[in-house]
């Protein structure tokens, strides 16, 4: 018996429902996932007025019953009690856009003939007053037979009248939920026009001055050129606005090392601690700020509405690849990581469209590719001036983004003419109204990305690089043998084991040490490499920085080759593990890591061979 | 505008020029794939809805905008062009 009610809390997406969530619950609440299926769950606490507290859950957004995509299953397996992960809810807190009844009230009318009590959130009551819709919320609680209450989610307005709403409705639960009542489609929405119709006291013509915007951000020029610069100065702001922050973190990290160092006696436990963990981890943690910015871009430019124009913008294209404008929003988000990336694919109706998505996700550059990028690009290009504002080694980065790009371009073709062949799927999306994107909601999403983040930093890769330091430090050779440390480990016989396999692309001992324990996050190969330096250099060699350690070690075939690898190498548990949940099964994930090793082995051959050959 | 003629001629939402307001005429749901027509339904395209057409894509035919209710909509033009409509007489 658990202690607190449920409540649902459910809606049609755009409904503010996320908003409404956050101002109920604060910062109390929870994230995790929907087993079998990536959907995200998010619950939270909320304190009723007669001091019952009661556990809030966000449903994903759904236009009906009948769901069309996997997150709307698990909405319409919680409401209606079969689901197997959730228990039955107590109640239902309805939202619906006050400015969009006509359609809102379609589906909420569907949840009220389930039976549970229901309570109506008439949301975002301020646009709605601003368009000049005047609406009796009296009328509507008589029609729909359920209290309703106006809200403004974002400017916290309602919430008192909602939980004393919320306080009444609750009763000892144990209501079981009656779904056969179903209704065609069309009868209800004539009844919720019909409804919405009484309801409204006044109306005047829908929003111009949105018509207004969406005349620049979707006319045929304007629009793509505003996306394009938007997206440049995403990219711009990844790598300028984070170097003040990540140089702070990197002292920081070199400050508790040094700490260490001169508090600990030498020996086993401060080699572990200064050479293995925190020189790992703190390797990785250095790149939280870049990813935070670009989550930040991304989390803004969906709060904004501007999302759903982009993919309007880019369904053209897209379809060029038998794929539509809404699998550019997950793609873009995988810019940041795929993970995310993959898990809003559930949005995309189309099973084979959505396939194809997940299966071309890991070819964005993702933000684990940048510790890799940048300290290789770092150590073995020069960084010429080959016009104003244009240097090598920013055009190198920019390649490897574009031959991203590229390659998922060229995957998406074949994958669409072979193995997720179908017909090409439409593209019907509701365009939400502009918002201002507020500061709380971001800040929360940010907040709850950087624990992810961390949490990750702190278990997968605080781990696999502790493992690599074991494997590489011992058995120790005998002293006077003059084998180096890394050679006469597991590790180093492990490393050339590999070798054998790499060497036709160019990939020396220290790669193939570093790609294993990279299979678990692609940064690690950057704490990897420096790893092997630190233990087998002695003496002079182990101040010198990693940058001048490679320099003298590599060619630049074999960095270039080792970058090109990089763009394609599905190198990252935690994409191999959301893509089995996403497409419940191990075929899909088995099939995405064959064809992009395949990729990544030949393309790294062929650059290896061509910069050999042009005398590089 | 001449005004004896009793009803404007049905015309698709593709061909539908831009703001002018129209009622939803009829949908040829043969037309349009199980899962199209269910999200189309969803979304409030029924008979008798107002609708128009406020953007087009008009590099190599991309998708529409539309208006539908107070809500805006975009859609591919192969499903706008089974959606038939009848232009407000204004």
């Given at each position: 018996m658990h202690a607190a009610p449920l409540v649902a809390l459910v809606g049609n997406p755009n409904a503010g429902k996320s908003a409404l969530f956050n101002a109920l619950t604060g910062a109390r609440q929870k994230v995790g996932n929907y087993p079998g299926v990536t959907v995200e769950r998010k619950s939270g606490r909320m304190v009723l007025d007669d001091g019952r507290p009661i556990e809030l859950v966000d449903l994903p957004g759904a236009y009906s019953l009948e769901p069309s995509s996997p997150d709307e299953r698990v909405t319409r397996d919680v409401v209606t009690g079969r689901s197997s992960f959730e228990r039955t809810p107590d109640a239902m807190l309805v939202v619906v856009d006050a400015a969009n009844l006509d359609n809102h009230l379609r589906f909420a009318l569907q949840l009220i003939a389930l039976g549970l009590p229901v309570v109506v959130a008439l949301n975002m009551v301020d646009l709605a007053e601003r368009d000049g819709l005047t609406l009796d919320t009296d009328v509507l609680a008589r029609e729909l037979g359920v209290p309703v209450i106006a809200t403004v989610a974002v400017r916290k307005r309602g919430l008192d009248s909602l939980r004393a709403a919320l306080t009444a409705a609750i009763g000892g639960g144990g209501v079981k939920p009656q779904p056969d009542a179903a209704e065609p489609i069309t009868a209800l929405q004539r009844r919720a026009r019909h409804i919405a119709r009484a309801a409204t006291v006044s109306e005047a013509p829908a929003r111009r001055w949105a018509h207004l915007l969406d005349s620049v951000a979707l006319h045929s020029v304007i629009g793509p050129l505003l996306l394009v610069a938007i997206l440049f100065l995403m990219f711009q702001a990844v790598f300028t606005w984070a170097a003040v922050p990540a140089d702070m973190i990197d002292s920081g990290f070199a400050a508790l090392q040094g700490w260490i160092t001169d508090t600990l006696p030498a020996g086993f436990f401060r080699s572990l601690l200064t050479d293995g963990l925190i020189a790992g981890v703190g390797a990785v943690v250095v790149f939280l700020p870049q990813i935070l910015i670009l989550f930040l871009f991304i989390l803004v430019l969906e709060a904004s509405g501007y999302m759903v124009r982009a993919a309007f913008l880019m369904d053209r294209l897209m379809a060029t690849v038998g794929l539509s404008g809404r699998a550019f929003i997950p793609l873009l988000s995988s810019f940041a990581c795929a993970v995310p990336g993959i898990m809003a694919t559930?949005?995309?109706?189309d099973e084979k469209d959505r396939l194809t998505t997940i299966l071309i996700a890991p070819l964005m550059t993702c933000s684990a590719r940048w510790p890799v990028y940048t300290l290789i690009i770092g150590a073995m290009i020069p960084n010429t001036q080959?016009?104003?504002?244009?240097r090598l080694q920013g055009l190198v980065m920019f390649g490897l983004l574009v031959m991203g790009i590229a390659g998922a371009y060229a995957a998406a073709l074949i994958l669409r003419r072979t193995v997720t062949k179908g017909t090409s799927s439409g593209f019907m999306m509701e365009m939400p109204k502009y918002q201002m994107p507020r500061l709380a909601d971001v800040g929360i999403g940010l907040w709850t990305r950087t624990l992810i983040f961390l949490k990750r930093a702190g278990t997968i890769i605080a781990a696999t690089t502790v493992v690599l330091w074991l494997l590489l430090s011992y058995p120790k050779p005998p002293a006077d043998s003059g084998i180096a440390q890394v050679s006469y480990s597991i590790g180093g016989r492990i490393g050339s084991g590999i070798e054998v396999l790499v060497k036709p692309i160019g990939f020396n001992r220290d790669i193939s040490l570093a790609l294993l324990p990279a299979m678990a996050a692609r940064e690690v190969a950057v704490s990897a490499i420096g790893t092997v330096y630190a233990i087998d250099d002695t003496g002079d060699a182990s101040t010198q920085k990693i940058t001048d350690k490679l320099r003298g070690r590599w060619t630049l075939p074999t960095a270039l080759a080792f970058l090109m690898w990089f763009v394609f190498a599905p190198q990252c548990i935690s994409t191999i593990a959301v893509t089995r949940r996403e497409t419940n099964g191990w075929k899909w994930p088995a099939f995405m890591v064959g064809y992009l090793f395949a990729a990544a082995y030949i393309m790294a051959g062929i650059t290896y061979w061509l910069a050999v050959f042009a005398g590089l | 505008m001449d005004m004896s003629r009793p009803v404007v001629q049905s015309v698709s939402l593709e061909t539908l020029p831009r703001r002018q307001r129209a009622q939803v005429a009829a949908i040829d749901w043969s037309l349009l794939a199980g899962p199209e027509a269910r999200r189309l339904r969803e979304l409030g395209f029924d008979e008798g809805v107002d609708v128009e057409v406020l953007h087009r894509a008009t590099l190599g035919r991309g998708p529409i905008a539309c208006r539908i209710g107070r809500m805006t909509v975009a859609l591919r033009r192969r499903v706008a062009g089974a959606i038939h409509v009848s232009p407000a007489a204004a």
């Open positions: 559930r949005t995309i109706e080959l016009a104003p504002f244009v | -």
